[in-house]
């Protein structure tokens, strides 16, 4: 749930964007950018002063515009239009805190992981889904925004090569990839955390009765190929999130792919996982 600012706030939080420039994250239609770099137009708007062709994509769209402000996250929604040729938004009367994901994942699946090793068992990490990605049905190639298919077919046949040369370990039906593919493609920032500072979690992309897919933000902690991992995973039960199927079971990190502009995806492969929790998972994505 939104929770607006006051008018008071607004204009403090205007004040300071003219001061400190804190630095913003566009995203629409599954597409961020950094913007580094704008003017106030008096109080009315912003125009970016940024590479006309680096924003087309958002040209007459609704964008959400995401910064911190002393920490804490906003983020405002409003239309990228053009004014003199230069990319401009909007400043809307309403501004809004970030909602921490951690709340908003609560009735979602959740994985939590830990070392399988004595000495770093203490250590676990958090794992909740992207919210633009649906779990528990088969991908399609389709979800992949049409501007951005032609580069994902190239990561795709980079990895189904390097699976079939031996460079890379075997893809399976090679499904987990499509999730892969999208994410990579995705641009190069990434929504902002309800405080600033705050470690992040995984990213759930996919997951079956063979393999997880996780997408790494650039302040999470980082996976150790080969190394095995014990995972709690908990599965809501239909659309009433009191109850949810608790999964053990053990993975190892298998793979890691890397876009060009840093961003990086893990393929995490079960190694132990009961027969009866195999067949669940098989019957979500088949939507049994």
Not at 142 to 170: C, D, H, T
Not at 183 to 207: M, T
Not at 258 to 272: A, D, H, M, V
């Amino acid at each position: 749930m939104a929770s607006p600012l006051s008018g008071l706030e607004r204009d403090a939080v205007l004040r300071y964007m003219a001061k400190k420039k804190p630095m913003l994250t566009l995203s629409t239609d599954g597409i961020s950018k950094l913007v580094r770099n704008y003017n106030f137009n008096g109080r009315s708007s912003l125009k970016l002063m940024t590479d006309e062709n680096s924003t087309v994509d958002f040209l007459g769209k609704e964008v959400l515009v995401q910064f911190y402000y002393n920490r804490l996250g906003l983020c405002f929604k409003s239309p990228l239009s053009k004014s003199l040729q230069e990319p401009c938004i909007t400043l809307p009367e309403q501004f809004d805190r970030l909602v921490d994901k951690s709340a908003q994942a609560a009735g979602s699946a959740q994985i939590r992981l830990w070392y399988n090793d004595a000495k770093k068992s203490s250590v676990s990490m958090d794992c909740e889904p992207l919210e633009s990605y649906t779990l528990f049905q088969k991908p399609e190639w389709n979800s992949i925004p049409q501007e951005q298919r032609v580069l994902a077919k190239k990561y795709l046949v980079e990895f189904v090569s390097e699976s079939n040369s031996g460079a890379a370990p075997s893809i399976g039906s090679g499904l987990h990839l499509i999730p892969v593919c999208r994410y990579l493609c995705g641009g190069e920032a990434e929504g902002l955390e309800a405080v600033e500072g705050r470690a992040k979690p995984f990213s759930i992309l996919y997951i079956d009765s063979r393999r997880v897919v996780l997408a790494k933000s650039h302040d999470s902690q980082s996976l150790e190929l080969e190394s095995t991992y014990r995972a709690d995973i908990k599965i809501p039960l239909g659309t009433n999130s009191r109850f949810s199927r608790s999964i053990k079971a053990e993975c190892t990190a298998e793979n890691l792919y890397r876009s060009k502009t840093g961003l990086e995806c893990y393929i995490l492969r079960f190694t132990l996982l009961q027969k009866e929790d195999r067949r669940f998972l098989d019957s979500l994505i088949c939507g049994q």
